[in-house]
């Protein structure tokens, strides 16, 4: 009788010991986005002159202080070399997340909405896969205008998305990184 009580007590702990030794012990951690604290897009003439930079910079984060942005004036008729550079600022010395996204460039594309304003961005870059990713463009100017520029990163976009390709990001899915928009003025 004493085994015999010995083995329903053991069966019962065996049992325990086996299903809380199947359970994970950490749970999954999803892609740990990186904290952009500023995006640059620096535009320079084809064939020579002054560069121009659109900067947006929150060093504390959303929800803190306001950001500071600043916009730019392009040149009518012009056609721009565009790269974008992507730090965190928060870090001693700043982060450079560019490199990042060019490690992991099939998993990121950046998207360029314009409003309003008489230009368009043109990818100057691909992945492995031949993809887009936006961190070199061109931009094209005609008359002049006012308008918007919104620059988006997206984490994991579906890259094969109706129109993504061309950067419509209607269909790309993903994670927003960072969105910014830009004033714009060609004249």
Known sequence: ?????????????????????????????????????????????????????????????????APIISNGTLAANTTYSGAV?????AETPAENITEEVEEEDEEHQLFFTIISANATVAYADADADGNPVGLATT???????TGTLTITLRHEPNKDGA??????????GGETDIEVTFDVTVQ
């Open 1 to 65: 009788m004493k085994n015999r009580f010995k083995y329903l007590l053991a069966v019962p702990l065996i049992a325990v010991v086996s299903l809380t030794s199947c359970e994970k012990d950490d749970p999954d951690i999803p892609n740990e986005e990186e904290l952009i604290t500023t995006l640059i897009y620096t535009l320079t003439p084809d064939g020579g002159g002054t560069a121009i930079e659109f900067r947006f910079t929150d060093l504390d984060g959303d929800g803190g202080d």
């Open 85 to 89: 550079t992507l730090l965190n600022e």
């Open 139 to 145: 931009v094209t100017t005609t008359g002049a205008s």
């Open 163 to 172: 129109n993504v390709s061309s950067g419509d990001i209607t269909n790309a």
